[in-house]
């Protein structure tokens, strides 16, 4: 048992990673805002972000008004898995479908009641969020997951749910966790299919 | 098959994952980057039992950390350490470890809290609801409650309880002052 652990308050450092977590996939809300348009993107989840801790990761869950915190010592992590996703061409393939839609629809009506029917304006307010829920999906790049395993848990990432943040957060990672099992690496036996470390 | 939060699985087609193996699912052949880590390959010897009480597990589960002769059944929610089912204590929903239960009983907010409210950023969001005085008064209340307890982990910092401070104590002015403007006839 490490004492240590119990009798210190931690210091934190930022990995940089904060996101919302989403209560549906990507495409569901993509397709809920085909309905709902610009109220679909009100229903989000509360905010991950990852910290370094040190001798662990802390996972903070954060709903506005309160914390929640997990703690994954970096010692018993085994893997580290991450994949790209489907996510990203599916929403971005709902959202220009919405957008085209709803502006080609505004447009008709225009035409055709020559600007006196009062579907105009809400037709193009759903047009314009989809394109800029469009904007806002492409500009953020790719969709990944990533999940690690200890010993007794896999634990999904969500945080990490763009390529981009991945890439640059899964690097510093790696580092921490190797450097944590430095001591393990000479004792460990051999994987049966790949060296340790990264790929 | 009942569910098992410990089995890594392909994403595609749920086969077990095998270990060690860095890209590609021998099954269905989904491809993925996985890191292996020392953790994974270290021996995991659970000696043998030394009692009819105890409960030792395979030779390839996690054991307890504080009786490496026991199987690890749960990690604690509190410190992230593997317990095995006699030491973990039930607290609510949580799991946690005998040290960490201690700290929890000792102190209210121990040094590995699992969570904290912010007090700071509820009085706010009362403090700024145009429904004066009543939500003045109640982030006023929610800034006395939450007095001296400890904030954000990670952001200790105690500007949104200031400026909430600030915000209700400004809207409960103005209301005095309505209110005495009113009473003198002012707007008459």
Redesign the interface.
């Known amino acids: 048992?490490d004492?240590e652990?119990?009798?210190?308050?931690?210091q934190?450092e930022?990995l940089r990673a904060r996101a919302r977590m989403r209560p549906l996939p990507r495409w569901g809300t993509a397709a809920l805002a085909l309905v709902l348009g610009p109220l679909a993107f009100l229903v989000r989840g509360s905010r991950q972000?990852l910290?370094d801790g040190g001798d662990?990761l802390?996972i903070?869950e954060d709903n506005?008004?309160?914390?929640?915190?997990?703690?994954?010592?970096y010692?018993?992590?085994?893997?580290?898995?991450?994949?790209p996703t489907s996510d990203y061409l599916q929403a971005a393939v709902l959202l220009a479908l919405g957008a085209v839609g709803y502006l080609a629809l505004a447009g008709w009506l225009y035409q055709t009641t020559d600007g006196d029917s009062l579907a105009i304006g809400p037709a193009a307010i759903f047009g314009v969020s989809l394109v800029l829920a469009l904007a806002s999906h492409l500009v953020r790049g790719p969709t990944t997951?990533v999940r690690l395993?200890?010993?007794?848990?896999?634990i999904e990432l969500p945080v990490l749910g763009r390529r981009r943040l991945a890439d640059r957060v899964?690097p510093r990672l790696?580092a921490r966790?190797?450097s944590a099992?430095e001591d393990?690496?000479g004792?460990?036996?051999?994987?049966?299919?790949?060296p340790?470390?990264?790929? | 098959m009942a569910f098992d939060p410990r089995r890594l699985t392909c994403p595609r087609c749920q086969a077990d994952w095998p270990e060690g193996e860095a890209h590609r699912c021998a099954a269905c052949g989904f491809t993925l980057h996985a890191d292996w880590f020392p953790a994974a390959f270290r021996p995991r010897t659970v000696p043998a039992p030394t009692g009819a009480a105890e409960s030792p597990g395979s030779t390839t589960d996690p054991v307890c950390y504080l009786h490496p002769q026991r199987r690890a059944s749960v990690p604690c929610d509190q410190c992230g350490r593997l317990v095995c089912g006699l030491c973990e204590v039930q607290a609510g929903p949580r799991h946690l470890c005998p040290p960490c239960f201690d700290a929890a009983q000792t102190r209210a907010d121990g040094e590995l809290p699992s969570s904290r409210t912010l007090y700071g950023r509820i009085a706010l969001g009362l403090s700024v609801v145009p429904l004066f005085p009543p939500t003045a008064l109640a982030a006023l209340v929610v800034l006395a409650v939450g007095r001296g307890k400890p904030g954000s982990l990670v952001r200790p910092s105690r500007f949104p309880a200031r400026v909430a401070l600030v915000l209700a104590l400004l809207q409960l002015t103005a209301f005095s002052v309505l209110v005495a403007l009113a009473a003198s006839g002012a707007f008459d």
């Open positions: 048992m004492p652990a119990h009798s210190h308050p931690q934190y930022p972000e910290w662990h802390l903070i506005g008004y309160a914390e929640r915190y997990r703690r994954v010592r010692q018993e992590v085994e893997v580290l898995q991450h994949w997951r395993r200890t010993r007794v848990q896999v899964l790696r966790i190797s099992q393990l690496a004792a460990a036996t051999a994987p049966p299919q790949a340790t470390g990264t790929t």
